[in-house]
């Protein structure tokens, strides 16, 4: 008994936590879902913020590719608005019912014996809406969204649109010039593909209590912008792995040292581990996540660093 007891010590498991993004990687990029949040978007900087219509694309293009997320970057521009309302414009008259459950998907999350989280940049509704239609609503031990890293008593958005247009910044003229000399305005906005973002997440799904107060600790000393023994950050993000379509959001990833897939192609990028052409592929792709346990650490990081050329 005795030597089972020890045996039974010197197993760890394998993997803390899977964190899966939501949005064209849990259900396809040809759902149409994300042509219509783009026009949705477009229609609310038109409608509600004014901004012209034929600066709407270059502006959205701007917006996306500096801050993460276009609300983000038109908050760091100066726009004001309610982020409960911008959600429910861009996300409220979304075609849901192209969303169909997914059986196979299904099974393949719940055969899976670690915990699995949430993390979108996308509101709470729509997650929940968006994991209703697909029939996982049960699959995940929590949903890490716009809200939970955004929480209301840090939003220092004001309810009503900002009527004074000399407050904006002009982000286009900005990248128009051949040298532009000033800075880009910081966004109050918390998303992916931020390091930050993505380390938040990591404390937000408790992943590893004890590690996790101390990460804690280390951000705020390092005022929330990185590690100061990175070696920590390192150690903990090694025990988790993030799906996400996005080859922003996996670089992000990979940086702070997660394990990553990118779903939606079977071309590995820089910065991804695995690549799914379909998430529907995890189970061959990533046949490890069905033994719930390995004999030790060491061992582990010695097969993972072997196992990176996977591609599916
Ligand atoms: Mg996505």
């Known amino acids: 008994m005795e030597y089972e007891d020890c045996y039974r010590q010197a197993k760890r498991p394998k993997y ?9 990687t849990l259900y396809p990029l040809n759902s149409g879902l994300a042509a219509h949040c783009r026009k949705n978007i477009g229609d609310y900087m038109v409608e509600r ?29 100066g726009y004001k608005f309610d982020y409960d309302e911008y959600h429910s414009f861009v996300h409220g008259r979304l075609p849901y019912e192209k969303l169909r459950p997914d059986p196979v998907l299904r099974n393949l999350l719940m055969s899976i014996p670690f915990r699995k989280v949430i993390f979108t940049n996308a509101d709470k509704v729509h997650a929940t809406k968006v994991l209703r239609k697909l029939g996982l609503e049960d699959c995940f031990e ?18 009503q649109p900002d009527s004074n247009t000399n407050n904006i910044f002009d982000i286009i003229d900005h990248f128009s ?5 000033t800075e880009l305005p910081m966004t109050p906005v918390l998303c992916k593909p931020s390091e930050y973002a993505t380390t938040r997440a990591l404390q937000l799904a408790k992943i590893n209590p004890q590690r996790t107060v101390s990460l804690f600790l280390h951000l705020c000393r390092r005022n929330l912008l990185g590690f100061r023994h990175e070696w920590q950050l390192k150690q903990l993000a090694s025990l988790q792995i993030f799906f996400d379509d996005s080859i922003r959001n996996i670089q992000a990833g990979k940086r ?7 779903v939606g192609t ?32 060491v061992r582990y990081a010695e097969k993972v660093a072997i196992e990176t050329s996977v591609t599916a």
């Open 16 to 24: 803390e936590c899977l964190l899966f993004d939501l949005d064209d």
């Open 256 to 262: 702070i040292g997660l394990h990553t897939v990118l």
């Open 177 to 181: 010039r051949s040298d532009p000399n």
């Open 142 to 159: 929590g949903i890490i969204c716009f809200e939970t890293l955004n929480p209301p008593e840090e939003n220092s958005s004001s309810d």
């Open 266 to 297: 079977s071309l590995r990028a820089k910065g991804a581990d695995y690549a799914l052409g379909s998430i529907h592929n995890m189970r061959e792709a990533l046949p490890e996540l069905w033994k719930e346990e390995e004999k030790d650490d």
């Open 49 to 77: 913020l004014g901004i012209e219509e034929s600066k709407v694309s270059d502006l959205c293009n701007l917006l996306y590719k500096n801050y993460g997320t276009t609300m983000a970057g038109l908050r760091a521009i």
